[in-house]
């Protein structure tokens, strides 16, 4: 069982991420959604891609992660389905600011493999503003 130490690490580091927060002296202590910064690549349970350059995630915790890909994904905003994948290591975590593989199928051999980069994660807002045909 040498994964205990890393999924224990992961969990202190998740749940460091929350915070509390007060509404002055004597209000009461209500938990805010701190901003998610990483998500598991098995998570994923819906995507919706803009253009050619920004695709949407939806992970299974209801979070909206951008990816931005530096070109080569042709057919990417048609695809019915995706495959992403961590660039580093073995992990199927992946972070803000995170390099991932993104391959969509069929076409042409390798017209449809890029890298991209886990940009963001959208507030509620943020995912309401987005054209309906992007939001996932």
Do not use: H
């Not at 660039?87 to 199927?92: H, I, K």
């Amino acid at each position: 069982m040498r994964f205990a130490p890393i999924i224990l690490a992961g969990v202190v580091l998740s749940t460091a991420a929350c915070a509390l927060s007060t509404q002055g002296a004597g209000a009461t202590s209500s938990r805010t959604e701190a901003p998610a910064r990483c998500f598991r690549i098995d998570d994923i349970r819906n995507f919706r891609a803009a253009n050619m350059t920004d695709l949407y995630v939806r992970t299974s915790r209801d979070k909206v992660y951008q990816i931005t890909t530096t070109g080569g994904c042709w057919d990417m905003d048609n695809a019915l389905a995706l495959s992403i994948t961590p660039t580093l290591g073995g992990s199927s975590n992946v972070c803000l600011n995170d390099m991932v593989n993104v391959v969509v199928p069929g076409g042409m051999p390798g017209s449809g493999r890029c890298r991209g980069t886990v940009m963001k994660s959208l507030t509620a807002e943020e995912i309401a503003a987005l054209p309906s045909r992007s939001r996932p």
